[in-house]
């Protein structure tokens, strides 16, 4: 009898293995038919309602960058997206907002009922071509051209957006330098003194001259990266800001959190705006996104909703001190 169980025992043990090997030979061939191909031949993952570029041009741009000059102009209307009143008869700055993400999240804000001020740094088509874009939304727009580096513009551009519109809720973070370096070394002073005075001290002195404006039910948006996460071996002095950014705004929210005014940044991973385009040689921004896990960079019209998610205190009022990643997975 016992005989008869381990002779069974075994035959049973044999199929499991026969099924075993036969699942790992279907992986194997499947494995097989994919050696060869590239992950740039891999087709890139299409999640949304439009169709997004998966290729993009090889093409270089001078500092600071403006998204006219973009072979293939960044997508950033978002038709799909249908406004609600989520931020009615609220004012905006968005910083950075003349091009990229920056103008993508001032076009929704307008859509959802915000008067929106644009602040940029010299690219002065860019700025007004988002100005025409909000008002077409049926909103008020002003532009204002600074450097975010200079406390003194930040505390007079937030005079003349409250004197303009008359408040202030919404801070959007959103202005950035960023220079790749092949090693530490390359990284000179004034290198390190632009990308940390720009992308983490601008964030600082505009949100210190917003505040006293702003009432309970306010919040002020950070633009992260995924690179404050992961790092990135050519962007040293750029990773280094963005993860100072997320440690800001936990800290500030945490801060403001009496005052009822909330603070959440958004992290994005590859996006295709003017500001790799102004940074790496052409022949690496042709291959721009290829490596995040959709192997394609995000359009900004598939960012500026993870702000408005934010900003609405309908969609938004429990959010606070979270960095919002927005990457195509959880790679980035």
Known sequence: MASRQSDQARRDAERAADRQRESQAGIDRKEASKEGASQDEASAVQAGVDRQ?????????????????????????????????????????????????GRAVAVLFAREGADVAVLYLDEHQDA???????????????????????????????????????????????????????????????????????????????????????????????????????????????????????????????????RGIRVNAVAPGPVWTPLNPADQPAEDVAKFGQDSDMRRPAQPEELSPAYVFLASPVTGSYVNGAILPVMGGPRG
């Open 53 to 101: 570029p998966e290729k993009m041009p090889a093409q270089h741009l001078r500092k600071p960058g403006n998204e006219h000059e973009l072979e293939l102009e960044p997508r950033f209307l978002a038709p799909g997206y249908v406004g609600s009143e989520k931020l009615k008869d609220m004012a905006a700055i968005v910083t950075g907002g003349d091009s990229g993400i």
């Open 128 to 258: 007004e071509t988002t100005r025409e874009f909000v008002e077409a939304e049926g909103r008020r727009c002003i532009t204002i051209a600074g450097d975010v580096k200079d406390s003194g513009f930040c505390e007079n551009a937030v005079r003349r957006v409250v004197d303009e519109f008359g408040r202030l809720d919404i801070l959007v973070n959103n202005a950035a330098f960023q220079q790749h370096t092949q090693s530490l070394e390359d990284v000179t002073d004034e290198l390190l003194a632009e990308t940390l005075e720009t992308n983490i001290g601008g964030y600082v002195y505009m949100a210190r001259a917003a505040l006293p404006h702003m009432k309970s039910g306010a919040c002020i948006i950070n633009t992260s990266s995924e690179t404050a996460q992961f790092g990135s071996a050519k962007l040293l002095a750029y990773s280094a800001t963005k993860g100072a950014i997320n440690a800001f705004t936990m800290s500030l929210a945490s801060n403001l959190l009496e």
